[in-house]
């Protein structure tokens, strides 16, 4: 992933939900240009932290019902809504929801909060490629595991 922008996942039950946390940074890449003289955290940027953090939780889902080599693939994105943008020093809260998994393909409802307050949802849409380059797979599985280092992400 050229963007990592789940910096800890707090919370993942396979089938049901998952919880994460973005810190939005200065020195993140993406708010070099957007915008130098009121940096904001591009509402692209965070659909795609939501989008992280819903993937996992298929592939984490996947795997606990034995198919381990399952990739989820963001399709579609419904009723997206921005109420607030994210600037340096906020720290977002990431939920992510299952509403439909059918093994092939999965909905997730997600939400991001800052302070309490409502930032972004969406519905997301995913696929599961079940035949993805040995190597994409083992890089997806690289990053679930550094964001269960630690007791930041348990799948209980």
């Known amino acids: 992933m050229r963007f990592v922008l789940v910096d800890v996942v707090e919370e993942l039950v396979p089938g049901q939900r998952a919880r994460g946390i973005k810190c939005v940074s200065l020195s993140d890449d993406v708010l070099r240009d957007h915008f130098t003289w009121a940096p904001i ?31 989820a693939v ?17 720290r977002i809260e990431l939920e992510a929801t299952v509403t439909s998994n059918k093994q092939i393909a999965a909905t997730i409802t997600a939400r991001a909060t800052i302070h309490g307050e409502l930032a972004a949802e969406a519905e997301l849409m995913f696929v ?25 992400y348990r799948g209980d």
Do not use: H, Y
């Open 41 to 71: 955290l591009p509402g692209t940027m965070l659909i795609e932290s939501l989008a992280q953090l819903g993937g996992a939780l298929i592939e984490e889902t996947a795997i606990a019902d034995g198919r381990a080599n399952d990739l």
């Open 74 to 90: 963001l399709v579609g994105i419904d009723r997206a809504r921005f109420r607030r943008g994210a600037k340096p020093g906020d």
């Open 128 to 152: 599961v490629n079940r035949e993805a380059a040995p190597e994409l797979v083992a890089e997806r599985a690289r990053w679930r595991a550094l964001w269960r280092r630690g007791n930041a």
